[in-house]
Structures are given as C-alpha cells and as structure tokens.
C-alpha cells in the first residue's frame, strides 16, 4: 500500500535519530532548562533575524494552540479565526476547554482577509451591546492553512497593520510552516513571518521531527510562567530536552528547509500527475497537501493500492481527496504512484 | 421619555410585590426547599400538562442556560444552536467558561430548521475525523427567538424528532415564553413546549417578575445534584423563596398568559403604529418585540421623546431599532407614541 | 416552630418593599447603569470614607466571590485563604470551575494569621520547585468568619502589610459585614476594612436586602470590562436596578449597620441565656451566630419547637448547633426562646 | 558531575531508539490507530493478567492525571487525594484547570489510608449541608507516593473494599510504577493492581522511554470517545505510534520489570553508602528514591560533585535531599558515588 494520507506518518528524519543515539545515556536536567534546549533557540532566533525573539517547545499542534491562546487572552477574551481554522473546527474544543470561545469569521480559500477582520472588529465596538458579546482578544491564522493555501506577504502585512490598530496579538500557526515557507511561488520568508506576527510557530511533528513545536514570541513578551503555564495544560514535558535535540539538529546547516522544499517538490509532481490524468484540483495549493476531486469509481480503484485522506464529497459521484507528501516522501514513492494512477 | 428599550425596565408586577409585603418577615427555609417553591412548581406542572415534569428555579438566562447546557452535557460536548441564537451571540461566553463550543447553524429568522440540524448532524457522523470535531451533545432553541420569531408547531415537531432520532436533548431558552405563547397566529401552546421539548425554561425576568426562569424537565430526568450544579455556577439563590414566591403568584389564576397577552396586544398596536406611517419593519414578529427601519433622521428626531433600542445599521441612511412592550405597558403609552410618531 | 437556622430566612426588610411598592412601574436603563446603583455607590463611598473608590453590585456570596477571584487572577494563580474559609469548604467547587485551586492554610478559629501566611509564602518562593505549584494570586479572609470570630484592627493590618510586600491583593468576603461591624467589643470600622483590603464586599442578602452584595475595589483598581466579566459568569441581573434601590435604602440615615445592631444584641442575648443554662459554646463568637455544644437529648428536645443549624458532632453524645439570629429577630422572639431552653 | 537529581535525565533504553531506528522511515496511521499501539496494549493486558482491559496511551503523568479524572467525574464531583499526592502539590493546577477541586486528606508517608478515606467519607455523606460541598467522585493513590513509599497489598485492598463499597473509582497514579514494583520487599504485584484498582497507569516517562504512560482500565470501563477527550485537553498525539512502539519494546522479555529492577539495585547501594557515613535518612523508601538528612556544610561540599534535588529544609542547619536512581544507573556511577561520599 502506497500511503499518501497524512504528513505525519514516519517516526523522523534519520538525522535526529543518529543525535539520540549518540546520547542516549547521558544526563540532561528536566522541564526544558538543558543546553539543547538553549542551543536550538539560538539558531531559530538567527533563522528569523530576531536575535531578541523569546522561544519555547511544545509537543504537538492542539496543544500549542491552546497554550499560547489561554496564556495571552483574559478569560473573557475569545480569538478571531477564520471558520475553517484549525481551532474552530478541529481541535475537539480544546479552546473552550480552557474557557475561550473562537469567534469565527469567513474565510477565502482557508485564508482570514485583513478587510473582513476589519469589518468585523468596526461592527463589534460599534455595536452599543457589544459588552454582552464575546470580546475578541488576538488574531489566529494558519499558514499553510488547512486548505494548504498561502498567504502573500502583502496580505500578511495588512493582516499585522489591521491588528495593531485594534491592540490585538496576531497568532500564526505553522503547523507546517516548513511547507510553507517551502511553496511554490511564495514571497513569504520565516523572517517575514517573523516580522509580521507578535507569536508563532515552527512545526516540527509534521516538518522531520518525532514531535514538537517551537514557538516563537516576537511581538509581544513571552508571557511570564511558562513552566506553570504549560504544566498546567498538561503540556509540560519532562524529558524537554528531547525537543531540545530534535530542533537543534533540524536548524543545523539548513536542514529543516531542505527537507520542507523535498515535500513540496514531491507534491508538485503529485499535481502534474492528477492534472496529466485530466482530474480537478478542488483547490489550488502551492504546499505539500494537493487536494483532488476524483469520481467515486476511480476513488474505489485507487484506494486498493493507495491511502488518502478522504476530505469531502463533492457531489453525488465525486469526493475530494487528500494526497499529502511530506520531509521522507521519495522519488520512487511518486513513480509507484505515476504507475497507479 | 417614553421608553421602549427592553421587557426588564420595571420591577415587578404589583401581585407579586403585595404577596411579598404580606410575607415580609416571614421565615423560610434556604436554598429553595421551601412550601412556596414545591406549590409554583405543582401550578407549573399542571399549566403544562405534564404531572411528572421536575422543576427548579434560577435567577436569570444566561445563568439558566450556562446551568442546564453545562448540567446535561460531558466536557468534550457542545451545544448546537442558530448562528443568532443568545448562547451563540450575547452571553459574554458564559458557555464556553463552562468549557462547551457552541456549534452554529445559520438560522431562518432567528429560527433552528430541522433539515438544517439533520443535514449538520448527518455530515459530521459521516466524516471520518469527527472525533477530532467537537460532538453534539444537545440543541438548543429559542422561543421566541432573538428576532421575535416563533416556530410553528410542526417545526417544533421536527426538531424534536431529529433530536429523538440522535438521542440529543432538546432545549428551549424561553426567556420570554410567554410573550410567544401569547404570540398572534401561535399554534404552540404550554403543553406542546413541554411535550416537544427535553427541557425548557418559563422566563419570570421578563414576563412580571423581579427576576427568576422556572427550569422544567420533560422528556430528560432532572441531573441529579442540582443544588451542587447550581451553586458551582454561581446561581444558587440564598432566598430561594422568593423565586417560588413570585412564581406562584404570577401561575395563580393564569397571571401569567393575561400579562403576556398584555404586551402582545400593545406591540400589535405599535406595530400598526409604524405601518401606518408607511414605515418598512426589519422582520415580522407576532411577538412583543417590534422590528422597524428608520430612516436616520427620523430616528434621531424620535429619539429625543422615546428611547428604542440600536439593533443594526441597515444602510448608510437607515438604521433598524426594536421596539420593545412588556406585560406593564399601557394603553397610555401607546397613545403617548402615536402623538410622537 | 422559632428558627434560628440562619440568617437568610426572611424576605427583606420592610423599608426596601416599601421603595420597590413606591416605583413598582417606573422604567430603568438595565444592567445597573441606573441613578440607583449610581447613587447606591456614592453613599457607599461616603460610608466607606473612600471618595475614589470602585462599586459594582452582584447577587450573592458565592457568585460574588468567584467573580471577583477568577477577575484577579490569572488563569494559572491560586487564591490563599484558611482551611475553614467559605470557598475553600462551602463553595461548591465554584472556584476550581473558574479554574482556579483554593491553596488551604490552617487558621486560627476561622481566622488566617498573618504569621502563617508569611511562612507560606516564604516557602513557596524559596521551594526551587514551586513553578510547578499553584502560584498564590491573592488572598481571600472572610469577616466575620464562618465560625463567627472577627479579626482584630492588628491582625488585618498584619495581612495587609505581609501582601502588600508580596504584592498579593488581599480579598475580604463580607457577606454578613454588619453583623461583623457591629460585633461586640470589636475595634474595626468600615473605613478600616476600605483601608486595610483591596477589595471587598458588603453582604446585603444576609444583612436586610432581599440579595445582593456590594463589592468595593480600594486598593486595587475594578478590572475593565466588569460587565462581561460578571455576564460570562451568569451573574449580571438584567435588573440591576434592583441591586441599587436596596442599597440605596440600606445606606439611607444608617439603616444597614441600625440593623446590623440588633442582629447583634440579640445574638448575645442568645448567647447569655445559653450560657445561663450551663451550656459550653464551641467557639467565643461576638457576632450573630452563636455555636453552642449540647448534650444529644437536650438537643432532641429543643428541636421540637426550635430550629438551629447543625454544626458538627462534638463527641458521641453531644452536638454543636449554631444559633443565627438577623436583622429581623425580635426582643420576643428571644423571650420565646428562653421560655423554651 | 555525577547526577542522581530525577530520573527522566535521559533520552531512554537504546532498545528502544534501537528499534525506533529500524522503523524510521515506514509509515503508520496517525492517534494510536497503529498495530504497534495494538501489539503494546495486548502485552500489557497479558502482563495484568487482564484480558479483558482497555489500554490507552499518553504523553506524561500531568496530562494522564488530568484527562483521566476530567474523563471520569462529573463536572461537580471532585478526586480525593492524600494532601502530599502530586495531583494536589506539583501539577501547577492541572485538575482545577479541567473544573475539579482536589479534597485534600492527611497521609501517612505520603499514603492514603482507608480509614482516613472512610471517615471523610462518612462525614462527608453525613453533614446535612454535603451538597454544598465539593462531592467526592473518584480516589487518587500514587504508587510509589511521591515519597518514595509503598503500599501493601492489605492496604490496596482496603482501599479498593472503601472505593467499592462508597461507588468510587480508585485511580493509581503509576508514573514511577515498575520502581515500585521491583521494590525492596513489596508484596505487590502488576496483577494486584490491576485487580486492586479501577484505573491505573504504568508510567514510561521515568522508566526507560523517551516519554509515555500506559493508561489501564480495569474496574471502570474506559470513557467513550478517548480520542475527543484527549485531544481537547491537548493530549493526543499525533505520531500515536511512538507510544506504542515504546511500550512493545519495554514489554516484550520482560524488559520493563527488568530496567526498574536495575533502578531499586542501585538505590539500595545508595542507601547503604548514606547509612554507612552515619546520615540518617528522612523516611523510609524501599524504591528508586532515597532521602536524606545531610548537614548543611555536607550538602554544599557533595554538591560541587554531585547534583541532587531539594527536597525540604529539616532544621536551620540541616537539609533534605533526594537521590533518584533510574533503569540506566551504573554500578560505575554508585562507586564514583561512594568515592566522593
């Protein structure tokens, strides 16, 4: 079976396994406060040309969300996302566990406009009940978003300019920021990002790492208490170092990059082959998630063979699918697909 | 100035304020486990037709839905609701400090349609993620809407299968309930919300009471340990009494339905009143509430005499205000209106 | 049957019918920003002998007490206060369902001293561990306390002074302030309270209104957006109005601490014919209620014709019950109660 | 420097990263869905002498601790714990995060004994003002405690009878829990607890993986939608499988018994080395952690060598530590200790 389902789907890059190996019995102090740890900051710090930039690692995806959006929002604060953002639809009210609500808006291809948060944030002080509705504390956004788009960089500039005139932190998820910032046609760099958001962060879990997130505070402080912060989400890894290791070795001599471009590269001729087959894109993705509009007849063939995530029907005989490649797909992986297809 | 704002402007009704100063220093039992609170919920019981219903008493909506949603769902479930529906819009976030997602549908005029609840529901069992999605665990109503709309009997009747057939209680927010059974045109009476529904509040803040909702469970057990639930949410009332003692007044010799047709028959007046000055209404509701377009200038003018509520800009030279009559307005102020109109 | 269970058993006092009687049908802006709330506040400025500080008006203790903490608070913060203290033991778990722990310290009968806060706090802080333990926020005392003893001038100076330098706001729940006020013998004033608390409250539902508490920010300022903040919780009436109209009377010509007084004087009067009796009291308390120990039969007997709270059995045949008078015990009713004893 | 401060110091057994190594680059299904999670939990099952268990895995204790109690209690009940229980002392607010009180009861050693829990409990249940405290709804045990003691066999079952006979999940916070079991002289084996309890984890984090804990349902059956719950308490990993794989290694050949047996060794050596130099120690601990009093100028002198955590200041002169051994502790290391002693 060729498996095309997820991003997230091989232990790691062989590289970070080679780094454990070669320490696996020596001894690092807990929670984070180890030399890795230290090591691997540095060198994201210098990746984003913020050499004052303040880091810190988390596990996974859901987790970070509802960390960094409980640690910077007032309890009666909610966070503006577009409708089909991550923590709006599938998070499993990880958000609202910690007491928030997700005030959601429209989105264009997965993406939040600057012009549609403006109006919405016009409308809400406007409004004279305003005090009874949720009050929107910062700004979530995801790139690549769930739909594998990519904002441009001017549109993340007005996105920054629209949230600084409100007071409100701009959020971005970067899951996949590797994916991202590897797609084709992008003139968005890590520094812009960096730039143009107060807090982010760099995937690992689905970007060659075994798992984790490092997140990146830039326009803002990093809020005091993080230790307590995530110990008390339940996001508090003891053996932090790990996190330490793995981010260490994906910012050595480029290597996070150089595996993100290997994905997208490897998506493209995912692309060629469906577009060569005469097939749809249900949306047109630069990223290394390619989304395709299949008959239900094809699909069943397919599937014998190869795994995709199904991802919506489209209508009474078609469904959208998922071909995600990822850091470890190979060459050879998209020649069995070019003679399955 | 005549004032139009909202339904709670007045204390209470004169029934109620005479029974209180007749029992002023009276002695009562704490917490509700008083004879006044088991006697309004018999009275309650019979008006709805349902001798087995249980009954508690809370201080005000917001309060009311926050307990009940909170009381009958697990911590990973959420509430369905219209998009404009008042757990949705205006309570500040009181649900999701529970830890609940509100799941929006779009509404008709502030109403929940059963084929859009079936279709919500049938696309999210279908999705082979949804245990990544938020899991419905009730619906939730109003009735009468935020609009002032009302749902038929046979959509009642819809919904409630729906909810039968995926085992999901129904509740219905009736902050002003007795404003929509007095409603012109209504087919749903006290009976029929208490047949078609799981559990439903009769709203005392607005209909004559200083404050107080009667909870009435139907077609779902009462949760066990509501004192406990109720106070963890802040909504225990020490004198529980006073809420029996209000509610047994105002279900005493039907006081209740005789006010609420009160202001329903004056909101038809104000709304023949603005007809007949050729002005266009925002919605057409048989309710209390009074939907109307203005132009700006007029507005401002009317404001100068009479005070409405801002609901929304309807264009750049109209705006849309509610007219709002309780069980306490009188024939007089109608009159008074129609000079300033 | 007399009772004595507690001192919330009647519905109010008759000079706040009277006011409700006199404006049963007049109109008022909702949710407190009314001229009686405004006027309510001035006069409890004046009272309090801080021109500068900060009203808002709430329903009951409970409620009360977790607005203001999870107002306070970050979301990663723990409130301190004694082992016995209202939140710590009858609370419901409203403050964990904000999210917060109640760290629990011995008290001396009721009371949190000064000297073991500091330790505490100087353990806290000087565990190399304590990040990963709840953080104190603020503190919480209660005046009087739950057992009915009153902290003496000295000793809430000692508290002020020890958060001060931990830069902790200390909390004073005040749910029967007058009865504490008004206790025999003692040296602290409203003013005092003002002076040496950041925040507290003054309890009406136990002191003469029908419900209510009155919080008064000092020496903290009100946090921003009160109104969503007491809405989320479920606690923001819509007729706040009636929220200002009792306090209003209650700080008209001096009725709250006049009623405050008589509680009092008839609680010692109590205490007195107890004592006459040859009964042991549990603990000396100069306020309204008083615990007294009695042998089970005698306790049997007495409960035919009087009600009294239990309180904790003291050994296999005797009982501690609490005897609460109010505002509304009367001189016969103490003279009933000694022909009874 | 020798370090003995904690054992989660390092990456974890190579046999794991061993086997990790030869997986690297398949690929597997994503949140525990994976053959290797299957093939894990069967072991474990065997190993319990529990066919019939349910198995699910997750990150660290903090996150197990929180998800289970949150998945078993209802919104109002709370978890009983001995006041030194980690839960209450050391999860920087986890479970009060998630709504729930901790009831703190003394211990013995760190231990919960079934007298002190039925007492509470029949206080609790008899205190005709219950419902407006806390409900207790689940028991919380560590083994070892966080001091290192053990439970018997008699007193397991004396608490499992109390659980039983009162309706009450027993939950076993196994984080350290083969230490426990290869403890010196315990007559309690992996089947006892999984006879003994409800629930139970058989922590990796600390004992030879890089992270993980194997959560266990024996008594109760497990909640349904484990993969929701999880996730919205940011719980659920992505790469489920890593937990698997190391849970298949760490049970296969017995190897999980085998590295915690190394740990208890090792520390026996310790405790002999710190009694042969006259030092008394702090309490007795038949596992992986000693603790012991040292002289002040001793403590500073040893720690220019050798690194071990604070425990607590004894006297004005005289301080607490631990020395934690782990699965990877060296005979080399005890001689290297015995030589700087």
Redesign the interface.
């Known amino acids: 079976m060729l498996?095309f389902?997820?991003d997230?789907?091989?232990?790691?890059h062989?590289a970070i396994?080679q780094r454990?190996?070669e320490?696996?019995?020596?001894?690092?102090?807990?929670y984070g406060e180890d030399d890795c740890c230290a090591s691997a900051a540095d060198k994201i710090r210098t990746a984003c040309g913020m050499p004052r930039a303040q880091v810190t690692f988390t596990?996974?995806?859901?987790?970070t969300n509802?960390?960094v959006i409980?640690a910077l929002l007032?309890?009666?604060e909610?966070v503006v996302a577009a409708q089909t953002g991550h923590i709006a639809?599938?998070?499993?009210?990880?958000i609202?566990?910690?007491?928030?609500?997700?005030l959601t808006l429209p989105g264009k291809d997965g993406k939040l406009m600057a012009h549609t948060l403006e109006d919405y944030l016009k409308t809400y002080f406007a409004?004279?009940?305003h005090?009874?509705?949720?009050?929107p504390g910062m700004v979530y956004i995801s790139h690549p978003t769930e739909y594998g788009t990519l904002y441009t960089k001017g549109e993340l500039e007005a996105l920054h300019e629209c949230c600084k005139r409100y007071g409100l932190p701009l959020f971005l998820d970067g899951a996949r920021l590797g994916y991202g910032l590897a797609g084709r046609d992008t003139d968005v760099t890590l520094p812009d990002v960096a730039a143009l958001t107060d807090v982010f962060y760099i995937g690992g879990?689905?970007v060659g790492a075994?798992?984790g997130e490092a997140v990146v505070f830039t326009g803002v402080p990093m809020p005091a208490?993080m230790?307590?912060?995530k110990?008390?989400?339940?996001?508090?890894?003891?053996?932090g170092f790990?996190l330490g290791?793995q981010y260490d070795v994906l910012f050595t001599d480029g290597l996070y990059m150089q595996i993100s471009q290997n994905a997208v590269d490897r998506a493209m001729e995912v692309r060629e082959l469906l577009l060569g087959k005469g097939y749809e894109l249900l949306i047109d993705s630069p990223t290394n998630q390619q989304f395709v509009i299949l008959p239900d007849e094809d699909l069943a063939r397919l599937r014998e063979k190869v795994s995709v995530a199904?991802w919506e029907k489209v209508d009474a005989k078609r469904t959208a699918v998922r071909f995600a490649t990822s850091w470890?797909t190979t060459p050879e992986q998209i020649r069995a697909l070019a003679a399955l297809l």
Chains 1, 2, 3, 4 share one sequence.
């Open positions: 498996r389902d997820s997230y789907m091989e232990v790691c062989p396994l454990l190996s320490t696996c019995l020596d001894k690092y102090p807990g596990v996974g995806g859901t987790q509802d960390i409980d007032r309890p009666y909610g639809a599938h998070e499993a009210g990880a609202e566990h910690s007491g928030h609500k997700v409004d004279e009940n005090e009874h509705m949720v009050r879990t689905k075994m798992f208490h230790v307590s912060i110990k008390q989400h339940g996001g508090l890894l003891a053996k790990l290791i199904f470890a």
